[in-house]
Each structure stands twice: as C-alpha cells, then as structure tokens.
C-alpha cells in the first residue's frame, strides 16, 4: 500500500484526532443555551425564565453531563499506552476513530439524559485515546527541528475543531425542533471517518517498529520520512544509531511497568509532564471554552451571545499559529512562563469588574442558576475584552506546549506509558473543572476568576524553578538534562532547570536532508548567525541567559522571521 512521506502531510493528519476535542467542546458549549436543547432535556418548570425558554438541565446535570466526556478521556488515555506499546501508535489512533463514531452515534440518537450521557462517555474513552497517541507518534516520526511546531498542531486541530463545529452548531440553532442539536452531533462523525481511512495511508512509528526488532521497515520510514527516500542518507544512519543504541539498552532491562514511571530516576521527569497538564487545565481556559455563553450572558450579550461567543474561537485559531512558526525558537519555558504571568492579569481583571460591579440578577432573568451575576455597560465590555485577551494569551503558550512537552520528556522505553499517564492528568482535573464550574459561578460567583488567578501565579513559580527546556534536543539526546550524577547537576532533578537552554540548532534541515555542501541558504545561516546575538561562535546553539532573550524577543522579530526561516 502507498505510504505518505511528507511529514507535514503527516501531522495534517494525524492531529484530526485532536480536532475530534475541539468538536465536543463546541457541540456542547454552542448548544446549551439553544431552546431546542433546554426544552428537550428540561429538568426544570418548562416555563422558568422570563423570556420563555425552558430551563434545561439542573445546574449539576449540565456539569455532568458536560464532564463525562473528560471522565471518558481520562480512562481511554490510562488504557492508550497499553493499546499503542502493543498494537502501534497508527492502530491506536484508528481504534480511537472508531470508538468516537460509536459514541457520536448514541449521542445523535439520544432520547434521555442517561442516554446522552452514556454516549458522551464512549466519545471521552476515544478522546482520551488520540489526544495521548496522537503526540507521541508525531514526536516519534518527525525530525528535532520540526517536532515542535508539528506536536503544536495538535493544539491547532482542537482550536479548528472548536470553531467550524461552533459554526455548524450556530447555523443549526435556527432549526425547529430536536434537528437544532442532533445534525451537529452526526456531523462530528466525518472527522474521525476521514482519520480511520487517511491512517492507513501513513508510515507507522519508526521508533515502535524499531522496539518490535523490524529495522529494515523502520530505516525505510525514517528515509521517506527525512531524506527523501534516500536510504544511503547520513541523517537516516545516524537517527538510526541513536535509535538502536536506546533500544538494544532497553531490551537488557525488563519490561517498563507503571510502578516504574515513580522511582527515583522517573519521578521528576512524571511530575514534571503530569503537571504541565494540570496546569494548562488550571489556567482557566475550560470556563472559556465550555461556559463562554454563561460569561457572555453574564455581560449582558443576552439572545445574541453566540455570535461573540465565537470570537473566542476565532482568536484561539488565529493565535496558536505563532506558537507553531516559532515555539522551537522561543523555547519552552519562557512560553510557558509568558503566557502564566499574562493569563494572570486577565483572571484578575475579570475577577476584579465582576466584585466591583456585578450585582445579583432578577429573580428568573437568567436561564442558568450558573448565570448569578449582572454586569452592564462598560464594565461589561471590559470583562468581554479581558475575556478575548486572556484566550489571545492561553493560545501561543499554554495551549500548544502542553501537547509538545510531555511527549519530549521521556526515553523511548516508558514514553507510550507516560504520556498516557500525563494526559490522563489533564483529563482528570478537566473532568473536575467541567463539573464544579456551574456550581462555583453559582455559590461562589467572582471568586471564581481569583481562585484561576492563584493557580496561575503558582505555576508561574513552579515552571521557573522546575521546568528544564527540552526544545529542538533528539529525544534521545535529552535523556542528559536528567542526569543528577554530571557536575553541577542536582540531586533527583538533573541540571538546574534555570540553567538549561534551548538545542543544537546545527542539527537542523541541513543535516536531515544529508545537503552537507556548502550553498547559498548556509552562507545565508551563517550570515545571520554572525548578525544575531544570540548565538556565538558559529555553534548555533543559544547561550543567552533567559532574561536576554525576554527583553530583545520583540526588538528582533523582524530577523528572527527573515534570517530563521532556514534554522527552524
């Protein structure tokens, strides 16, 4: 059978398996506040607010019934680990299609709570499944200087998915009668259909086949993969090499158990992608992605909150696409730290107009008990643009590097596990999140947004001090930040996490397409290089201290885009 060797290709996708979370998220958030929905799944008086709409589900219904999809995610991504190591990362993520054509048909065909619920369950188990193996198999296939960017499109798939499945569940809103959410439900079939069947046509994890002992398929991949079918490539020799040498280590010792994944020489390295999950959970982005109609609604938007709603959605797409360009040239922490500090503010400026000038709503003014605070005026578009600025935020930072770093912590041994375990953690505390949400803008109300604040000030701290930079190091090369016995290394930890910078950018497109002769880009590299004072030496490897590149990272956007294309 043909197989695809164009890495972009690839990743294109491969990363439907993210949008598949994008299109849940909108299929829900963009349909509970429609009459259709309320009226049908109603709970309540059939008449209970003002304005004639049904009240829908109790405020802990809706939470459950929006949570069960991340409780389903955090059980499939447990058992993805074991599914991939056995049967291959490309059959795992195919098993994950099917899984969601399966739960997409329950919930279409859905006449109670129970059985919507019961459905949104099996499209969790699917979810959690190709959000742990999508990454790890582009992490697996792809070359060090793209890796990132090509992880991060795993982010970008989710924010596409939100969006165009925001749009059909809008268009659909004004369809009389149950139709309103039943077409966007079956619709959200075709991408994993698509995703089962372009699958067949891609290469399988060379580093998986390379542990099943099939060299020869595995040397094959990485020549279409990287050199262009070019066999004879140094680059596929050496990938090779390294590959071999990880492998013929790992067959000496037994196999990888999850008891393994907390012993002192793992423990950092779990905590560390285990958290990176859990914060991005904790950021506070899911009260925007699953409630933006509450919040909206709270502002005073009323009837027309769907259509601001969806400039969420638009901003998420549109910011996730400078983390793709240039995340390998950022880094990862200061990403990371940038993103922690500006989500931050945003949290504490809504916090701050929704306590100084939110008052208690009419008694039935509001569908959702979760909806207990009024703002007007102003202070309302305030809270509007915060709202945009903190999304604006989250997308080139939190949202992508989530997916990109746990997948480059881990040797090749424990990495199907681990990641599994990791994204399982976000799962967990989304579940959590989805849940308690209605129930906190109901009882706590403002202080919701101070309580995201916090856990965004902590993980600031927590990243500074504990978040080593893995960007653009060979996965197997990476292995050295945590080695506590090199000089100058800490004990359990490895190299100080403040000390380490971002890799070798001379192994780069260059040496992947065995283009060793000296030509008119590297004379171009080199000129940059010589110009830019990032790097010294003509080493190509960052020596500046995180603080520099803060402060010169907007002054050199303008070379970092015209003399970077070719590093990158």
Not at 191 to 199: D, E, K, N, S, T
Not at 338 to 343: K, R, S, V, W
């Amino acid at each position: 059978m043909y197989e695809i060797g164009n890495i972009y290709v690839i990743a294109a996708v491969a990363v439907v398996g993210g949008a598949l979370f994008g299109f849940d998220i909108s299929s829900m958030s963009a349909i509970i506040s429609t009459e259709a929905y309320l009226c049908y799944y109603n709970q309540g008086p059939l008449y209970l607010a003002t304005d004639g709409k049904c009240s829908g589900p109790s405020t802990d219904v809706q939470g459950g019934i929006t949570a069960v999809m991340p409780g389903g995610s955090w059980l499939g991504s447990l058992c993805s680990g074991y599914i991939s190591d056995k049967l291959g990362r490309k059959r795992a993520i195919q098993i994950g299609s099917v899984i969601w054509c399966i739960g997409s048909i329950i919930v279409c065909a859905s006449t109670s709570i129970g059985m919507l619920i019961g459905g949104r369950l099996i499209n969790g188990l699917s979810v959690g499944i190709c959000s742990a193996q999508v990454p790890v198999y582009i992490t697996e296939i792809a070359p060090p200087s793209k890796r990132g960017r090509l992880v991060g499109c795993q982010q970008w798939a989710i924010t596409w998915g939100i969006l165009i499945m925001f749009y059909i569940s809008y268009g659909c809103s004004f369809i009389d009668g149950t139709a309103a959410f039943r077409v966007p439900w079956v619709l959200q079939m075709l991408p994993a259909i698509f995703l089962f069947c372009a699958m067949l046509f891609l290469p399988e994890s060379p580093r998986w086949l390379a542990r099943q002992g099939r060299w020869d398929e595995a040397q094959h991949i990485l020549a279409i993969t990287h050199a262009n079918g070019d066999h004879d490539s140094p680059f596929v020799h050496k990938e090779l090499s390294e590959i071999r040498e990880v492998v013929e280590f790992e067959q000496a010792n037994a196999d990888v158990t999850y008891w393994e994944l907390f012993k002192p020489k793992m423990l950092n390295r779990t905590h560390i992608g285990i958290f990176t999950q859990i914060w991005s959970q904790l950021t506070g982005m899911n009260v925007m992605m699953y409630y933006i109609t509450y919040v909206f609604t709270m502002a005073g938007l009323g009837d027309s909150v769907l259509l601001p709603s969806s400039i969420t959605y638009i901003i998420n797409v549109i910011m996730t696409i400078p983390a793709l360009i240039y995340v390998d040239r950022w880094g990862l922490r200061p990403t990371l730290l940038i993103g922690a500090i500006l989500m931050m503010i945003f949290m504490f400026a809504n916090g701050g107009l929704f306590a100084q000038y939110g008052t208690t709503p009419l008694p039935n003014k509001f569908p959702s008990a979760a909806e207990s605070i009024a703002v007007s005026g102003p202070p309302a578009k305030a809270i509007i643009a915060c709202t945009y600025l903190f999304v604006t935020s989250y997308a080139p930072t939190w949202g992508p590097v989530s997916w990109i770093y746990p997948s480059e912590l881990y040797p090749l041994r424990v990495r199907g596990k681990l990641v599994a375990l990791t994204t399982s953690a976000k799962w967990a505390f989304n579940f959590a999140l989805a849940y308690f949400v209605p129930p906190a803008f109901e009882n706590i109300r403002w202080q919701v947004y101070i309580v995201f604040r916090v856990f965004c000030a902590a993980m600031f701290i927590h990243v500074l001090f504990l978040f080593p930079e893995t960007s653009q190091k060979p996965l197997e090369v990476s292995e050295d930040i945590f080695d506590d016995t090199t000089p100058g290394s800490i004990k359990g930890l490895g190299t100080p996490a403040w000390k380490t910078r971002v890799g070798n950018a001379g192994r780069g497109e260059d040496e992947e397409n065995a283009a060793g002769a000296e030509s008119v880009s590297s004379e171009k590299e080199a000129k940059c290089e010589s110009e830019d004072p990032k790097f010294e030496n003509g080493r190509g490897r960052v020596m500046v201290g995180e603080k520099r590149r803060m402060r010169i990272w907007i002054s050199e956007l303008w070379k970092l885009f015209s003399c970077g294309v070719e590093r990158v």
